[in-house]
């Protein structure tokens, strides 16, 4: 098992391009997240989704779209990328067994520049 | 409404000697807490997790971390420290039976002294 794997590993845009982050699991996991990593900040919630073809804003959505079109893959796309964008992004992952306490696992990360 | 404060930004260490690193909670509901260890450049790992239960939890690489609910606190201790713990160490709860997602404190990171 591969687990959670995001493309691609970095990236360097200009401000006002687009891309898309893509995240895939191969746990079967129902829950998928995407986080940013900011120094001092910890991780934040940007979009997560319980399931296939469902997607919730999480704390700082703005400037992001979702989608999971597959329950594997869960995409994060910048429309127009800007400057407060540049940040590490981690996508993770849970089962919906259990309850609350389920571990999630986390992706390698994204490394993000928006010059 | 649930948050996580860690006490100290860095924290700094001799090899062989204690390792404590602080974490306090807050949540409307009882937590399910989590440490998480993530090493330069690399994705996050799980230490360790509270649940319900036994309060001194163990985890990997001879950490442990002791919930205790009064002190609404859940700190990281390692007896002895070794030069591979230096990483950034991150406390996470989870309190939304919705969403089920973490929220995590804004980490500290571990110097290993030699």
């Not at chain 1, 986080?35 to 900040?41: A, E």
């Not at chain 2, 090493?39 to 509270?50: A, D, E, F, I, T």
């Amino acid at each position: 098992n591969a687990g959670v794997t995001q493309t691609p590993k970095f990236r360097v845009l200009k401000t006002g391009q687009s891309m898309t982050l893509l995240c895939a699991q191969d746990m079967n996991h129902e829950y998928m997240y995407w986080y940013r990593q900011d120094p001092g900040m910890g991780l934040r919630l940007i979009h997560y989704s319980v399931g296939e073809g469902t997607t919730a804003k999480g704390e700082v959505p703005d400037g992001y779209n979702v989608s999971r079109l597959k329950k594997q893959n869960f995409l994060l796309g910048l429309e127009s990328a800007a400057p407060s964008q540049t940040s590490v992004y981690f996508c993770a992952s849970r089962g919906s067994g259990g309850g609350s306490y389920n571990e999630q696992f986390f992706g390698p990360g994204t490394r993000l520049t928006v010059l | 409404a649930q948050s996580v404060t860690q006490l100290g930004s860095h924290v700094s260490v001799s090899e062989g000697a204690l390792v404590l690193l602080r974490c306090n909670y807050s949540s409307s509901v009882p937590p399910y807490l989590f440490w998480y260890v993530q090493y330069p450049n690399q994705g996050l790992q799980l230490l360790l997790k509270y649940t319900t239960g036994a309060t001194l939890v163990k985890g990997i690489n001879g950490f442990e971390a002791e919930f205790k609910k009064s002190e609404t606190s859940f700190h990281l201790t390692k007896p002895s420290a070794h030069m591979s713990d230096a990483a950034e160490y991150f406390c996470a709860v989870s309190a939304d039976t919705g969403r089920r997602a973490l929220t995590f404190g804004s980490g500290t990171r571990l110097q290993v002294q030699p």
